[in-house]
């Protein structure tokens, strides 16, 4: 089963909407509350990323009864550096993000300790894809 | 299937099938079927939202008798300072007290004087306990019952310790058996602003017996002290307040918002109203809020002063409390320490709560596949439907027929918009769709034109 969401970038007030919906099929499907948490934890990351730093983007959350597929498309600035973005604490989020409460560069730090695998894609100036995968 | 109480009930001779409590119900728990308001157990949480809307007092909460106090020989009155609130201050306690001894009771005890053993208790836990964190006081039993069906997730944030009331009865049991009351001749009696808290007595999370011997709602308890009280308005003026075990100022206001929370030390909140309370776990089920150590939430607005049972203002009620606090709070450098401090450590141990169990009502399906394959069913009926969420289906909403109909509750023409739709394409007969609506909202609704 498939859920896609469009995300805009820079729309803080509405981060957090796509994976509230996801929260609450997986909540039908009654599956342990510690991997729901992981998967919501994992994707709410994955969107203030795409509002915090990209235009806008797209989800495609792929649910079967083994796990859960996400796929985050953005079209932003790319990462330039994955490594160093997989570090915690390393961010480039603009002094308006972080005053807001976010970019504390715990993110893709924080979505590879929830995930059960992660694989980044990301080109400099055109977009970055973000593969999640939380195992059921 | 259900093995858990509900105080409230819904009679049917007085329900006119208006769906008002269907909508306003937090957890979807009501359903309109034959002109009835139907309450689906396994749901309900007691808060009492449907009770306080029903135009027609159709809905009523379960109590014990009154009269049920008589054979015991000592007869306890365990009153919230809720009660005393609610009446002008004109009044002192020691009046209302007296009154309560008219109706019958031998003792008055106020649940607040079991606030200091849990306030104690809560911040032990609150230092010993790093993981569960934040905190999420078990005070409002609606608010535990929220937590078990609607987030199972945040079970294991609710504190396993028991609220002031369970401290106030089971101490005063203690004092009496100690003056050489056996357990038999003592009936406990508590003076219930809340469905909830009925409903808790009722079924004891872990089927050990309740230190309480039967509920009696405010209400009725308001009327006969009103009565007495002006029935005797020249006597009882000089009612002596030392009579009562008085809990101390910040106690005194445990019952209402911020009562709890102003307490505990550290990182700490508190939210009133139920389905603020929904939007806030739903929030905290995400994590997208900083860490908070210790959450105060209670279902009703204003919390107990705002209870469905109370008859005054809530906002008068509460005013009241604080206006006592500060009252209470002045004279409390003289004041002798508060006879609770006795047995605290045989209460102690019979303060804690063993387990509280999640009991999802958000599953679809035990089976994984087969719920995978409902949810799927959910989202193409969801397509079909109007989304104008009107109830006139009898379910709560185009996402709860949607539900309904997968479960097997409901069918795709309880819609009136797809009843429409399949007339024109003719695929329903007119008077088909009559008969489908009759059976939700009862035939009087469309038979009686004169209504």
């Known amino acids: 089963m498939t859920f896609t969401y469009e995300i805009e970038g820079g729309n803080f007030s509405r981060a957090g909407t796509a994976s509230s919906d996801i929260k609450k099929a997986l909540k039908q499907l009654d599956l342990d509350y510690t991997i729901i948490k992981r998967v919501v934890v994992s994707l709410y990351e994955a969107e203030v990323n795409i509002v915090a730093h990209a235009r806008r983007g797209t989800l495609t959350a792929d649910i079967d009864p083994d796990r859960i597929v996400m796929v985050l498309d953005d079209q932003g600035p790319g990462i330039p550096d994955i490594d160093a973005a997989m570090t915690a604490g390393f961010s480039t989020a603009s002094s308006r993000v972080r005053e807001m409460g976010f970019g504390a560069g715990m993110g893709l730090p924080n979505i590879k300790k929830n995930a059960d695998s992660l694989n980044i894609q990301s080109t400099v100036g055109v977009g970055t894809r973000l593969e999640i995968v939380v195992n059921f | ?451």
């Not at chain 2, 509900?6 to 001779?13: F, G, Q, R, S, Y």
């Not at chain 2, 309560?100 to 809560?122: C, D, K, M, P, S």
């Not at chain 2, 937590?147 to 401290?167: E, I, N, R």
């Open chain 2, 1 to 451: 299937m259900s093995d858990f109480h509900h105080a409230l009930k819904i009679v049917d001779e007085l329900c006119i099938g208006c769906s008002k409590c269907m909508n306003i119900c937090p957890t979807h728990a009501i359903r309109v079927r034959n002109g009835k308001a139907r309450l689906m157990d396994n749901r309900c949480i007691d808060c009492g939202e449907c009770y306080r809307i029903c135009p027609v007092s159709a809905i009523i909460i379960e109590q014990d008798d009154f009269s049920r106090i008589f054979p015991f020989k000592y007869r306890v009155a365990l009153v919230p300072a809720v009660f005393f609130a609610q009446f002008p201050s004109k009044y002192s306690i020691g009046r209302i007290t007296q009154a309560l001894l008219e109706l019958g009771f031998t003792h008055v005890f106020e649940i607040e004087n079991g606030a200091r053993l849990i306030r104690q208790e809560t911040r032990k836990l609150l230092a010993e306990n790093r993981d569960e964190k934040p905190l999420i006081s078990t005070f409002c039993p609606a608010i535990v019952r929220l937590v078990q069906v609607k987030f199972p997730a945040l079970v294991h944030h609710l504190m396993l310790l028991k609220p002031p009331l369970d401290a106030a009865a089971i101490w005063f049991r203690h004092h009496l058996e100690q003056q050489g009351a056996s357990r038999e001749e003592t009936g406990i009696f508590y003076v219930t602003q809340c469905a909830a808290k009925i409903a808790a007595i009722k079924s004891p999370a872990e089927g050990e017996a309740s230190p309480i011997s039967g509920v009696i709602n405010m209400d009725e308890i308001y009327n006969k002290v009103s009565v007495k009280l002006q029935a005797a308005e020249e006597d009882h003026a000089q009612a002596n307040d030392k009579q009562v075990t008085m809990p101390g100022s910040a106690d005194v206001l445990w019952s209402l918002t911020t009562g709890e929370s102003s307490q505990i030390p550290g990182k700490r909140m508190a939210i009133d109203g139920v389905h603020n309370v929904t939007n806030f776990l739903e929030k905290l089920e995400q994590e997208e809020h900083p860490a908070f150590d210790f959450l105060e939430l209670r279902a009703c607005d204003e919390s107990c002063a705002g209870g469905v049972l109370t008859t005054e203002n809530r906002f008068l009620t509460a005013e009241r409390m604080r206006s006592r606090a500060r009252k209470c709070a002045a004279d409390e450098s003289q004041k002798q320490p508060s006879a609770m401090l006795y047995f605290d450590h045989e209460i102690l141990p019979l303060l804690t709560i063993a387990e509280i169990k999640p009991r999802s009502m958000m599953k679809l399906d035990e089976d994984m596949g087969e719920a995978l394959r409902k949810m799927k069913m959910i989202r193409q009926i969801l397509q079909m439907l109007p989304m104008v969420d009107c109830g006139a289906c009898g379910s709560p909403g185009c996402q709860a027929l949607a539900e309904d109909i997968v479960q097997g509750r409901a069918m795709m023409e309880n819609c009136i918009f797809i009843q429409r739709r399949y007339e024109q394409k003719g695929m329903l007969k007119p008077e088909v769709s009559a008969e489908i609506v009759k059976k939700i909202w009862g035939a009087n609704k469309i038979d009686n034109e004169n209504k």
